[in-house]
């Protein structure tokens, strides 16, 4: 707070030289400030001048919409009398860059305007001036409303604090582009709110060819020469191969899905064939005289034999 200090001046054309005197000595001078705003004047003046006289005689002049304190009539005779000036201000509050709000007050802080205007700061808000400042006529008073927010990109998350108002600015603010296919998990519209979390991910889609084995089958033929209970490999199977194509999702390099479009064989399988005996071993001198094949109505390719023997006796046996 700036302090001034002043002599009073005595004007001679209403005082002879003895009055000054006998003013000077008659009379006990007292010390008075006169608080205006940030600026303290401290002056010397004879009790009983009242708040005009002084006013007038430290030259500090007041507008009609000012208040002081105490009013200008009244006498100050004690020594460390205060009086205050609360001027009258117009200022302005621009929020956000927006249309400026015009506001009057008497006296008071840019703080005592933010609240006047509405505005509650936050913790990361900004304003051009401190909020201690004393208000003067025509101060424009910046705001600028700011939030902390979780980003995550590119499998990194980092904390912004920004003046952007949707995700979208802030996405332009820190120089981040989507691709076509990328995901987020808000709308870019949104508009953004302390400890709000971002989260974007990358999505990259390819085209992959493999080469894959073909399995062989394995198929059953029945031998005659071959007892019940025996078998053999008719036919080694082999294994073929084919080339598969997909289409592959990527989320931040991580595979999360694959979709098959094409199957190219380029080597044909081979079957494996087992044989398998239907020959009966002979038991007590009776020997096979005949085996009929009938095979089952369905087309499965299985049936049953009608096995004569040479003591007369006939058995059934599935294939």
């Known amino acids: ?16 030289v003895p009055l000054l005197f006998l003013s000077a000595c008659g009379g006990k001078a007292i010390e008075v400030s006169i608080v205006d705003g940030h600026t303290t004047t401290i002056v010397e003046v004879s009790g009983g001048e009242t708040v005009d006289e002084i006013l007038t005689e430290a030259e500090l002049s007041v507008e009609e919409k000012d208040s002081v304190s105490p009013s200008f009539d009244t006498a100050i005779s004690d020594d460390g009398s205060v009086i205050i000036i609360t001027r009258n201000c117009t200022v302005e509050v621009a929020c956000d860059g927006g249309e400026a709000v015009t506001l009057e007050l008497n006296g008071g802080t840019v703080a005592d305007a933010i609240e006047k205007a509405g505005i509650t700061l936050g913790e990361h808000d900004l304003l051009n001036h401190d909020t201690g400042m004393y208000l003067t006529d025509g101060l424009v008073i910046e705001y600028t409303h700011r939030v902390e927010v979780n980003l995550t990109v590119d499998g990194e998350k980092s904390l912004y604090i ?9 996405l332009s603010e820190c120089d981040i582009e989507l691709g076509k296919d990328d995901r987020m998990n808000v709308a870019a519209d949104a508009v953004l709110a302390e400890n709000d979390s971002i989260i974007i991910e990358r999505v990259n889609v390819k085209t992959v060819t493999e080469k894959e084995t ?5 198929k059953t033929e029945y031998s005659s020469t071959l007892y019940q209970g025996q078998s053999s490999v008719k036919q080694q199977g082999i294994s073929g191969e084919k080339e598969v194509t997909y289409e592959v999702t990527y989320v931040d390099n991580v595979e999360e899905s694959r979709r098959q479009v094409k199957e190219v064989v380029t080597k044909e399988p081979v079957d494996e064939i087992i044989l398998l005996g239907t020959k009966k071993k002979v038991s007590n001198g009776k020997t096979v005289v005949s085996r009929e094949q009938v095979y089952d109505c369905d087309g499965s390719g299985h049936g049953y034999w009608i096995i004569t023997y040479s003591d007369g006796t006939v058995s059934y046996e599935d294939f």
């Open 214 to 218: 073909v399995a062989f089958a394995t």
């Open 162 to 170: 920004t003046s952007a108002k949707n995700v979208g600015e802030l």
């Open 1 to 16: 707070m700036e302090e001034h200090r002043m002599k009073k001046i005595i004007r001679f054309v209403i005082c002879t």
